[in-house]
């Protein structure tokens, strides 16, 4: 065994950390047992962590200033994003004439989704049983019919029933390439739409709405959620620039089912 | 509260509607948080700063909470990241702040301390003082590691880094911190010497919950890998 000079502290902290290849840790072990200086160094290093332990064992609670401001901060944050979402939700509810949708040619290809916004608006209880809600099924069908793939087994029927347990629609995520890009600090997957309408899907409480935020179109930026629509999932796409909302079917997320002014 | 649900139901709450949820859990967390920002900004008004900006973009970013971690490992994760960007964006801003560090940190750990006893108060300055001479990545993982307890596996999920990186860190970090924690040293075994024989026994009030070194080095050394 080739003796070595003395270790250095890396060399006997990457040891003591496992970090070091076998062959150069049985060399510096070997020396180790031999050198009083550099066992005082692996002392050294050992009491290192237990002084560094021993602090972060004490107690450093957040200032209450801190945490004052930092709990105004979050409530603002949460009452100004469920704020932006109420008027759009509100205005879906309740289904006003008609504005064209033909911009959504183009803009429904590409649901564009950023998730500046938070949480979900759970208000609302879903269905409602109100007149609005039996005229836009009509139009849903209507639409629907037109454009939406092969129903999922399962999700057709069930879907109409709210809260029932056959109401676990199987989602198809949408496709990989969707042109989604980003206007905010974070890009909504695909894959993230269809786990928040999963979570809708197989949600047993009075869940509307998930995975709310903004949204870029073609047209400027919006809002975007993914709600339940007639029981089932389905995206929800405002447009404060034409104060126009659209329903999108959450499986393709391009086919139209709804769309009103608000 | 006798039913307290745990950290996921209190965001899948949040991020179903419930106003409340996300402050509740904040609280749960928010001690915890704050010590690894102020340790690892060394900056009072740095580590309220960059905890805000974390936390309120959590609280926005919910959706983007996968499940494959804790949820207070994500918490950890964009506090931290919050950090490490103030810090850069601090040293791109004062190229000459070095001469200012150990004051401001004496001055922050003499704030912090000043409820607790003297001894306590000296080690917090102490440590502190030396944090500040490693690099933030250094600092980081050994925040994490030795001052927090978090397993190395973990402290690797909230830096977003391999655990081989969180060790390698640790190991540099603490060499650094040999000669610049001697001083405390020579103290702690003189107050050890009154009960041991002058043999290195770890005696930190705690022992890290990931002991990062033992004296038995023969028995470490078999499993290591590389």
């Known amino acids: 065994m080739t003796p070595i000079e003395h270790a250095s502290a890396e060399q006997v902290a990457d040891l003591l950390e496992g970090n070091l290849p076998a062959a150069k840790a049985m060399r510096i072990n070997a020396h180790l047992t031999g050198c009083g200086d550099c066992r005082d160094l692996r002392d050294a290093l050992v009491d290192v962590a237990a002084v560094l332990g021993a602090e972060g064992a004490s107690a450093q609670p957040m200032p209450s200033d801190v945490a004052a401001s930092l709990h105004e901060a979050i409530a603002a944050a949460n009452a100004e994003t469920r704020e932006s979402f109420v008027e759009v939700v509100g205005a879906v509810r309740r289904p006003s004439p008609r504005t064209p949708w033909t911009w959504l040619a183009g803009a429904a290809a590409a649901v564009v989704v950023v998730a500046a916004g938070v949480a979900g608006v759970r208000a609302l209880p879903q269905g409602g049983g109100s007149a609005d809600s039996a005229a836009s099924e009509s139009q849903v069908q209507g639409r629907a019919a037109a454009g939406t793939p092969t129903p999922v087994p399962g999700s057709g029927a069930a879907a109409q029933h709210r809260g029932s347990s056959q109401s676990r629609a199987t989602l198809t995520p949408l496709p990989s390439s969707t042109p989604f890009s980003a206007v905010g600090p974070e890009v909504v997957r695909p894959d993230s739409v269809a786990a928040a309408a999963r979570r809708l899907s197989t949600s047993s409480n009075d869940t509307w709405a998930s995975l709310h935020g903004r949204c870029a179109t073609p047209l400027g930026s919006g809002h975007f959620a993914v709600v339940q629509w007639l029981g089932r999932p389905a995206v929800l796409d405002a447009e404060p620039g034409t104060r126009t909302a659209t329903i999108l079917d959450c499986r393709t997320a391009r086919t139209v089912l709804y769309t009103t002014g608000y | ?226």
Request: charged share 30%; hydrophobic share 40%.
């Open chain 2, 1 to 226: 509260m006798s039913d307290a649900p745990d950290d996921a139901a209190l965001l899948q709450a949040h991020i179903d509607g419930d106003r409340n949820a996300f402050a509740v859990l904040v609280r749960r967390h928010q001690d915890r948080l704050w010590a690894v920002a102020v340790r690892t900004t060394g900056d009072r008004e740095e580590a309220a700063d960059a905890l805000q900006d974390a936390l309120l973009s959590a609280c926005r970013r919910a959706e983007s909470f996968r499940g494959d971690a804790q949820v207070s490992t994500w918490l950890h994760r964009i506090v931290v990241n919050a950090c490490l960007d103030r810090l850069r964006r601090r040293r791109s801003r004062l190229t000459e702040s070095l001469p200012d560090e150990p004051d401001r940190l004496a001055d922050l750990a003499d704030r912090a301390g000043r409820d607790d006893i003297t001894e306590v108060s000296e080690r917090r300055t102490d440590v502190m003082a030396a944090l500040a001479q490693l690099s933030e990545e250094q600092r980081t993982a050994l925040v994490l590691v030795d001052m927090e307890g978090y397993p190395v596996d973990e402290a690797a999920a909230i830096i977003g880094c391999a655990a081989g990186t969180v060790k390698s860190r640790c190991a540099r970090g603490r060499a650094k911190l040999v000669p610049l924690l001697a001083q405390y040293r020579r103290n702690h075994h003189e107050r050890a010497d009154v009960q041991a024989d002058g043999s290195a026994q770890p005696v930190g009030e705690r022992v890290p919950a990931n002991p990062p070194a033992e004296p038995d080095i023969s028995a470490r050394d078999t499993g290591s890998p590389q």
